[in-house]
């Protein structure tokens, strides 16, 4: 299964683009790299998912790397409701599942 | 429209009792998915339907876990003689198929506090 390495905290200022960092250096060229977050006592959020060009919807946008190695996620206006654990996955070809890691909790602040 | 509904969304029970939980997925969803959350962890998952099949029931823990579902509908969790250890979060998710690139939508869930 692929991996993925989140640093597990990052901060980020009201009205300010937080970029969170997702490396899956192992990583096959038919998996698709997925984002979820998880605000406190709620089920997992979708947010986007890509697989080899970037993508851009009304919550968030993701960029992937050429090499797919790694991406990161931009949420280009952080507000305090962004305040939650952001879970980058890949999703491996031949399962059904989500196989989800720690995350990277980012609070933002005022 | 309506999101996966999960209930009870609380339940206490004591060790050596049996539970249900049930999970209502999103209309038309022919996928899906059962996760367990202990604290401050990620998601494990625990099985898959397709339909009313679960071709996936790898994450089960132990033979005291079961699942099923119905109607390809509404599905259930049963855990037997629960344990202290059995206490968690249990997230269901439905997606409308198996797909790569497909999306699985998340409830709210049922947290299991086992005494």
């Known amino acids: 299964d692929a991996k993925t390495t989140q640093p597990p905290s990052m901060d980020c200022a009201e009205g300010r683009a937080a970029n969170l960092p997702c490396n899956h250096s192992t990583i096959s060229g038919n998996e698709y790299v997925y984002w979820y977050r998880q605000i406190h006592s709620q089920g997992p959020q979708y947010i986007i998912h890509?697989?080899?060009n970037n993508e851009t919807n009304e919550m968030a946008s993701l960029i992937i790397t050429e090499d797919r190695k790694s991406s990161t996620l931009i949420l280009p206006h952080a507000t305090l409701r962004d305040t939650a654990v952001y879970y980058c996955i890949v999703r491996p070809y031949n399962t059904d599942k989500l196989i989800f890691g720690t995350g990277t909790r980012l609070q933002v602040f005022p | 429209g309506a999101g996966v509904s999960q209930s009870p969304s609380n339940k206490v029970t004591e060790k050596g009792k049996d539970v249900e939980l049930r999970c209502d997925p999103i209309?038309?969803?022919?996928?899906l998915y059962w996760y367990r959350q202990r604290l401050g962890q990620g998601l494990e998952f625990l099985i898959y339907?397709?339909?009313?099949?679960?071709?996936?029931k790898s994450g089960l823990p132990s033979d005291r876990f079961s699942a099923e579902r119905t109607g390809e509908s509404v599905s259930t969790l049963t855990i037997q003689r629960t344990q202290q250890e059995d206490s968690a979060v249990y997230l269901c998710?439905?997606?409308?198929?198996?797909?790569?690139?497909?999306?699985?939508?998340f409830g709210a869930g049922t947290r299991l506090s086992v005494l």
């Open positions: 209309s038309g969803h022919t996928a």
């Open positions: 339907f397709q339909g009313n099949s679960a071709p996936d």
């Open positions: 998710a439905s997606s409308p198929v198996n797909l790569q690139g497909n999306i699985q939508y």
């Open positions: 890509g697989l080899k």
